[in-house]
């Protein structure tokens, strides 16, 4: 099977290993835990609990809502939620029927409190799907089928009683099982596919796209573009209102410009984007990138590895202009199969990077993965794709977490 069709399963909780930096030693001391950040709930697995969350939304009347990748008593996945008391409760447990499996994409929010999201599989086609849930029940799917609509979806947003999203392989091009296409899905659930991505263009869109005013569309491809890495370095896109795409930017290998686009852009009121890259980079440990109104990029932060952050994940945008994020790996070390525990970071609007919170892997989890949330009172929510419980993934390290974590404080869970 094609690399990139079995990449489009992996989801975050798996992004991890695309950067394995090694194992390092083992720290000889660790300083008193922080109490800055709380473990709101640990996941506790199949075949009760989910597995490996993925993505967080803030909930209809509060509370927090997500997927995970794995989990349930068919252990192919979940919707949960979490109230303001720290109750989970899964919403739904997926099949591998109809209605899907392997979730790991943000929900969007639609009316009335209806959510949507995708799986990266299942369906009838066994190619995904995009599921609706209203009042904490799943109430409907649609299938992919393949080439040409699509296959295996990985990201959609709601806008004006449509939705919109990026499938990873269908499509036409130069790929095997296609290079991936942007499609609309409209309130009756008939499908449109408003671009097929070709390989120069882009190729495999691994997170959604984002919507402007006006209709245009914003996304990333992981692969396609520059021919530099094997299956090209990825590219950021816009897919104008009426369907001419423009290839916004190239990511280009060696260069100290990032690659591996695996996280979708976020836009502010002016126009300009912002992104992760997983690789590149001065390091080669990933970038936070800018690409203005005008279509300038600019790699704004190039991580380091530990104890900075490595493999950067999705970018919340704050009121002041500050971006914050979660790195899978970097930071502290004793995390050694994936190259250190994960990190949550700031970085100001003069590029400056704090490290906010260093995971420890043993009583708050470890590899975040995913969004965050920033609420009015300047706390962090976020997810990590392990700890703390014993025994639950598949490296021993526990089922995930979901957490909190006050800031602008610099607070680690252990002294780097």
Same mark, same amino acid.
């Given at each position: 099977?094609?690399?990139?069709?079995?990449?489009?399963?992996?989801?975050?909780?798996?992004?991890?290993?695309?950067l394995?930096?090694g194992?390092?030693a083992?720290?000889?001391?660790l300083?008193?835990?922080?109490?800055?950040?709380?473990?709101?709930?640990?996941?506790?697995?199949?075949p009760?609990?989910?597995e490996?969350?993925?993505?967080?939304?803030?909930?209809?009347?509060?509370?927090?809502?997500?997927?995970?990748?794995?989990?349930?008593?068919?252990?192919?996945?979940?919707?949960?939620?979490i109230?303001?008391?720290?109750?989970?409760t899964?919403?739904?447990?997926?099949?591998?029927?109809?209605?899907?499996?392997?979730?790991?994409?943000?929900?969007?929010?639609?009316?009335?409190?209806?959510?949507f999201?995708?799986?990266?599989?299942?369906?009838?086609?066994?190619?995904?799907?995009?599921?609706?849930?209203?009042?904490?029940?799943?109430?409907?799917?649609?299938?992919?089928?393949?080439?040409?609509?699509?296959?295996?979806p990985?990201?959609?947003?709601?806008?004006?009683?449509? +939705?919109? =999203? !990026?499938?990873?392989? $269908? %499509?036409?091009?130069? &790929? @095997?099982?296609? /290079?991936?296409?942007? *499609?609309? #899905?409209?309130?009756?659930?008939?499908?449109?596919?408003?671009?097929?991505?070709?390989?120069?263009?882009?190729a495999?869109?691994?997170?959604g796209?984002?919507?402007?005013?006006?209709?245009? +569309?914003y =996304? !990333?491809?992981?692969? $396609? %573009?520059?021919?530099? &890495? @094997?299956?090209? /370095?990825?590219?950021? *896109?816009? #897919?104008?209102?009426?369907g001419?795409?423009?290839?916004?930017?190239?990511f280009?290998?060696?260069?100290?410009?990032?690659?591996?686009?695996?996280?979708?852009?976020?836009?502010?009121?002016?126009?300009?984007?912002?992104?992760?890259?997983? %690789?590149?980079?001065?390091y080669?440990?990933?970038?936070?990138?800018?690409?203005t109104?005008?279509?300038?990029?600019?790699?704004?932060?190039?991580?380091?590895?530990?104890?900075?952050?490595?493999?950067?994940?999705?970018?919340?945008?704050?009121?002041?202009?500050?971006?914050?994020?979660?790195?899978?790996?970097?930071?502290?070390?004793?995390?050694?199969?994936?190259?250190?525990?994960?990190?949550?970071?700031?970085?100001?609007t003069?590029?400056?990077?704090?490290?906010?919170?260093?995971?420890?892997?043993?009583?708050?989890?470890?590899?975040?993965?995913?969004?965050?949330?920033?609420?009015?009172?300047?706390?962090?929510?976020g997810t990590?794709?392990?700890?703390?419980?014993?025994?639950?993934?598949?490296?021993?390290?526990?089922?995930?977490?979901?957490?909190?974590?006050?800031v602008?404080?610099?607070?680690?869970?252990?002294?780097?």
């Amino acid at each position: 099977m094609n690399d990139q069709r079995a990449s489009s399963q992996r989801c975050g909780a798996v992004r991890k290993n695309l950067l394995l930096l090694g194992a390092m030693a083992l720290l000889s001391s660790l300083a008193a835990r922080s109490q800055t950040l709380t473990t709101l709930y640990n996941f506790q697995g199949p075949p009760n609990d989910a597995e490996v969350p993925c993505a967080i939304t803030p909930g209809p009347g509060g509370g927090l809502l997500g997927t995970s990748l794995w989990g349930g008593p068919s252990n192919f996945g979940t919707v949960f939620k979490i109230d303001g008391e720290g109750k989970e409760t899964v919403v739904h447990s997926f099949t591998g029927g109809e209605d899907g499996q392997d979730p790991c994409a943000l929900l969007a929010s639609g009316p009335q409190g209806t959510l949507f999201g995708v799986t990266n599989s299942g369906g009838s086609g066994n190619e995904g799907a995009v599921f609706e849930i209203q009042h904490d029940q799943l109430i409907g799917a649609y299938d992919f089928v393949g080439l040409p609509a699509g296959a295996f979806p990985t990201g959609v947003t709601y806008s004006a009683g449509d +939705l919109y =999203g !990026t499938a990873a392989n $269908g %499509g036409g091009g130069q &790929c @095997p099982f296609g /290079c991936g296409t942007i *499609f609309k #899905l409209d309130r009756f659930g008939h499908e449109t596919v408003l671009h097929e991505f070709q390989g120069p263009d882009g190729a495999y869109p691994g997170s959604g796209v984002v919507r402007d005013r006006e209709g245009n +569309l914003y =996304g !990333t491809t992981e692969g $396609g %573009g520059d021919n530099s &890495c @094997p299956n090209g /370095c990825g590219t950021v *896109f816009e #897919l104008d209102k009426s369907g001419n795409l423009i290839v916004m930017h190239d990511f280009t290998y060696g260069t100290g410009d990032g690659w591996f686009v695996a996280t979708r852009v976020i836009r502010d009121s002016e126009g300009n984007l912002y992104g992760t890259t997983s %690789g590149g980079g001065a390091y080669g440990f990933g970038t936070v990138y800018e690409i203005t109104n005008v279509g300038k990029e600019r790699v704004l932060y190039s991580f380091q590895g530990p104890p900075d952050g490595a493999t950067p994940e999705q970018l919340t945008l704050a009121p002041n202009g500050n971006l914050f994020g979660v790195t899978v790996s970097g930071g502290l070390t004793q995390c050694a199969h994936s190259g250190g525990c994960g990190t949550v970071f700031k970085l100001d609007t003069r590029g400056k990077e704090t490290v906010l919170y260093r995971f420890g892997g043993v009583t708050d989890g470890a590899a975040p993965a995913g969004n965050v949330l920033l609420d009015s009172h300047g706390n962090l929510y976020g997810t990590t794709t392990e700890g703390i419980k014993d025994g639950c993934s598949a490296f021993s390290l526990g089922c995930g977490t979901v957490w909190k974590l006050e800031v602008p404080a610099v607070q680690t869970g252990a002294a780097p």
